[in-house]
């Protein structure tokens, strides 16, 4: 099994090569934004990502995916929890979920 802090590292460098994308911190976990806005974030063994549509619903397909719930109760919609089994996913996932906040942020 990979180490996931390990695995989100390097999907957040790669990320953060890209225009307007830096590494931060949300709800006390590390994430990725573009623009000020996260759109994937780091939960203990999973990786958080904020998606839309078929993007959201492939996500939640993966084999121990989920909606994001950072307090019991209260899953937030647009983010998906992917555990580190399903890391070969993450880098396409956090494209996808840049893609996605991208089009959401006014530049």
């Given at each position: 099994?990979?180490?996931?802090?390990?695995?989100?590292?390097?999907?957040?460098?790669?990320?953060?090569?890209?225009?307007?994308v830096?590494?931060?911190?949300m709800?006390?976990?590390?994430?990725?934004?573009?623009?000020?806005?996260?759109?994937?974030?780091?939960?203990?063994?999973?990786?958080?990502?904020?998606?839309?549509?078929?993007?959201?619903?492939?996500?939640?397909?993966?084999?121990?995916?989920?909606?994001?719930?950072?307090?019991?109760?209260?899953?937030?919609?647009?983010?998906?929890?992917?555990?580190?089994?399903?890391?070969?996913?993450?880098?396409?996932?956090?494209?996808?979920?840049?893609?996605?906040?991208?089009?959401?942020?006014?530049?």
């Amino acid at each position: 099994m990979s180490d996931p802090k390990l695995l989100y590292e390097q999907v957040a460098s790669l990320l953060a090569l890209k225009p307007g994308v830096s590494k931060s911190q949300m709800f006390g976990m590390p994430c990725v934004k573009v623009n000020g806005k996260a759109f994937a974030s780091l939960n203990g063994g999973a990786m958080v990502f904020k998606l839309a549509g078929e993007e959201r619903g492939r996500a939640l397909a993966l084999s121990g995916a989920k909606l994001f719930e950072p307090m019991a109760g209260r899953a937030m919609k647009e983010w998906v929890e992917v555990p580190v089994e399903a890391g070969e996913a993450w880098q396409a996932l956090a494209e996808n979920a840049l893609a996605y906040v991208s089009g959401l942020v006014k530049k």
